[in-house]
């Protein structure tokens, strides 16, 4: 039953550090052709190291097989399938490659003068502009991280205007199938934080809403498609009631998988959200980043955006610091610059009626699989998915198997797992993402395995209980793992 | 299961009232809930928390989840062992597993709380 996988020579491999032997290197210099100076005498005493204590010495050929070895441990997006949920672990194409490595992009310098980094900006203005046209906003700063990093932008912007009124307000409303960066995020921009629960239907409660907002409140901080995959119908109607007491709507874009081209979070009410290009817009992901977390907001919001803003000045593009409402700098320069050159070859390969097709593939893929899974798995909120399916593993559980016996067992199969345990409102959670990236044979590749392994499950649960067989290293302690770290190598020192 | 001298939350903990201390944990169900718990958050003795409000946090290898006091008070004493040993919230969830000792500052709050026999009902109709 197990089709993708077979077992393979994979190499053992010790630290780099424990492979070192004195003397060996991997490079070689020419003769020297000029007066050799003492750096010592140069330099002084106290600028000059001798060597680096410990410092691991290798062949060549030793550190390529080191790092060789190493990489064919891992599981990645150009290995197969990842169906990480709320993580939009899609392929990230080669032209996005190909572009970053043009020569004038790749080696840009930061400190370069305006005159001679024209085309840099030429880059960042174009990609503002077209990520406010798809999220239907009016401005866009592009110099936050990765998504928490875009959250807390987006909160401190909201929570500036409201300065700016006279009325910083208390409080920020969450949803509890929010993301737990939601939470963290009105913490640190210094709110208390209220959650609502959903509906039984796992929606936004629009009447308790309606109840709750009130003067304190700063902000509904809500994710759309939530995290259960379903789009919040009422969305539109929960930014009226948020207005109307003075409070704002920001959106987590962490699912904009499942809107790109097709609804604007600017026409149903949203005042800021961020982007994550990493997820919905194909840049490196996970460790492989690092990822990139614009900002968009409506044009009440756009005086407090980080400095530098971009600007016309003539034909020319410029940077213009003197804004006295900003916020001030979220990150050093202007961002992952080269992550943002990556995302706007993304855009401009696929167009407009490409973007949108992406996001019809990535919710067809999504409702395909709940299709054939439905008769295996439990689908404890029954609302209509959009890019991802969440089920429950309460079938699997009546014989003890869990949603993490099912994600090991998952990985023998040769799939990378899904999400685990999350959403925290459905008990034993299964979420998973196809993305638009996945064709009909790799889905059902996919689902065959979890078929295979619901029906193990019931004849077999110990051999699910007990996976994985087929990696490198049996079953880890997470417990143990976890409670009793060794968190440093110590060389010599078992 | 569920000691009938303690009281109970619907958020899990349970409040053990002596004199005016109340002694506060988390309850079996929620250890159930939670699986294999790898680290506690307490306060600091001293801290003063309202009823509701937050107690710390406890950490199992599925999530982070927040303890909500069942009553204010002041801190007079954290449960230390936990720090080398948070599975005693697995093994032992109602006794040495307790996580804080409270000063009560409002004793008429505990009337509030669900006793053992209601908690049990409401765990039911949870599952």
């Not at chain 1, 880890?476 to 010599?492: F, H, I, N, T, Y």
């Not at chain 2, 936990?82 to 969830?93: G, I, Q, R, V």
Request: charged fraction near 25%; include cysteine.
């Amino acid at each position: 039953m197990i089709h993708n996988v077979r077992t393979h020579i994979s190499q053992n491999e010790a630290l780099l550090f424990e492979r070192s032997s004195p003397g060996k290197r991997a490079y070689q210099l020419p003769e020297l052709d000029v007066p050799p100076v003492d750096a010592l005498a140069a330099l002084g005493a106290g600028n000059v190291r001798a060597g680096i204590d410990g410092f691991p010495e290798v062949s060549e050929v030793e550190a390529i097989r080191h790092f060789t070895r190493l990489s064919t441990w891992n599981y990645a997006i150009d290995h197969g399938m990842y169906p990480l949920g709320s993580c939009t672990m899609k392929y990230n194409p080669r032209v996005n490659e190909l572009v970053a490595r043009i020569e004038g992009l790749a080696w840009a310098h930061p400190y370069q003068p305006e005159a001679l980094a024209q085309g840099s900006m030429e880059v960042m203005a174009r990609l503002e502009a077209m990520l406010a046209e798809i999220t239907g906003m009016d401005a866009v700063t592009l110099q936050p991280s990765a998504g928490a990093h875009g959250e807390l932008t987006g909160i401190l912007l909201i929570r500036a205007l409201l300065e700016k009124r006279g009325d910083p307000r208390k409080k920020i409303l969450v949803p509890d199938s929010a993301h737990g960066t939601n939470p963290a995020t009105a913490a640190i921009a210094g709110y208390a934080v209220e959650n609502i629960k959903s509906t039984e239907t796992g929606l936004l409660d629009v009447s308790a809403l309606e109840r709750i907002v009130d003067q304190d409140v700063a902000a509904l901080m809500v994710t759309n498609p939530n995290t259960l995959g379903v789009f919040e119908e009422n969305i539109a109607r929960a930014a009226e009631i948020l207005h109307a007491k003075g409070a704002m709507l920001y959106m987590d874009g962490a699912n904009m998988n499942a809107l790109v081209g097709i609804a604007r979070p600017g026409d149903f009410g949203v005042d800021a959200l961020h982007l994550n290009l990493h997820k919905t817009f194909s840049t490196p992901h996970g460790g492989g980043g690092p990822g990139a977390g614009p900002v968009a907001v409506k044009k009440a919001l756009e005086p407090f955006l980080p400095v530098p803003r971009l600007k016309r000045s003539g034909k020319r593009w410029a940077w213009d610091y003197k804004r006295k409402r900003s916020i001030g700098r979220v990150r050093a320069f202007y961002g992952n610059f080269g992550v943002l050159v990556r995302a706007l070859a993304y855009i401009l390969a696929h167009g407009g009626p490409g973007l949108r097709n992406a996001t019809v593939d990535a919710v067809m893929n999504a409702v395909y699989i709940r299709k054939r899974l439905e008769p295996y798995y439990d689908l404890p909120y029954g609302s209509p998915n959009m890019h991802e399916v969440v089920f429950s593993d309460a079938r699997q559980a009546a014989h003890g198997v869990r949603t993490g016996d099912i994600a090991k067992r998952l990985i023998d199969y040769g799939f990378h797992p899904y999400t685990v345990s999350f959403p925290l409102i459905v008990h034993g959670a299964l979420m998973i993402e196809p993305t638009e990236t996945e064709g009909k044979a790799e889905l059902d590749s996919f689902i065959d395995a979890m078929i295979s392994i619901a029906k193990e499950a019931e004849t077999d649960p110990q051999l699910v209980k007990n996976a994985p067989y087929n990696t490198r290293t049996s079953r880890v302690d997470e417990v143990s793992a976890a409670r009793k770290p060794v968190l440093r190598w110590k060389g010599g020192e078992g | 299961m569920y000691p009938e001298n303690f009281r109970y939350t619907k958020e899990h903990e349970w409040v053990l009232v002596e004199g005016d201390t109340g002694t506060i944990g988390i309850t079996d169900h929620a250890q159930e809930e939670l699986g294999d718990i790898v680290y506690v958050d307490l306060p600091k003795i001293g801290a003063r928390i309202e009823q509701g409000g937050s107690l710390g946090s406890v950490e199992s290898v599925k999530a982070v989840s927040d303890i909500y006091s069942p009553a204010g008070g002041e801190v007079t004493d954290v449960n230390q062992a936990l720090a080398d040993a948070p599975e005693k919230l697995n093994t032992d969830p109602h006794g040495d597993g307790w996580l804080v000792k409270i000063r009560l500052s409002a004793p008429e709050e505990i009337a509030e709380l669900m006793t053992a026999a209601d908690y049990r009902k409401y765990v039911e109709a949870e599952k």
